[in-house]
Nanobody
Framework: QVQLAESGGGLVQAGGSLRLSCAASGRTFSRYTVGWFRQAPGKEREFVAAISWIGRTTYYGDSVKGRLTISRDNAKNTVYLQMNSLKPEDTAVYYC?????????????????WGQGTQVTVSS
């Protein structure tokens, strides 16, 4: 069992930066693929970024490539999402999720554990 807790969200002006953190409990977290997803009001939850369990493989959604960077520190059981050059359309609740089968995936339905989310609001 893994429990995830996001932090680091907030209000930022367009062009600004935020760093989200996803802290996990559970001794086997280091073996999980971790993804970030987001959901804006009235829209479906969408994939943002994912990182493999050892951190060698990363993948990003088209809308965030070149602006967001996912990383992990398995010694701290934490995954980060560095968000730069933020745009108003990045406004959403951001969720981290973990997938326990060591298969690298970007598919929402493949993820087994979810955090409660953190709000990111980008003003124009």
């Amino acid at each position: 069992q893994v429990q995830l807790a996001e932090s680091g969200g907030g209000l930022v002006q367009a062009g600004g930066s935020l760093r989200l953190s996803c802290a996990a409990s559970g001794r086997t977290f280091s073996r999980y693929t971790v993804g970030w997803f987001r959901q804006a009001p009235g829209k479906e939850r969408e994939f943002v970024a994912a990182i493999s369990w050892i951190g060698r493989t990363t993948y990003y959604g088209d809308s965030v490539k070149g602006r967001l960077t996912i990383s992990r520190d398995n010694a701290k059981n934490t995954v980060y999402l560095q968000m730069n050059s933020l745009k108003p359309e990045d406004t959403a609740v951001y969720y981290c999720a973990a997938e326990s089968s060591v298969v690298f995936t970007t598919t929402l339905g493949d993820y087994d554990y979810w955090g409660q989310g953190t709000q990111v609001t980008v003003s124009s």
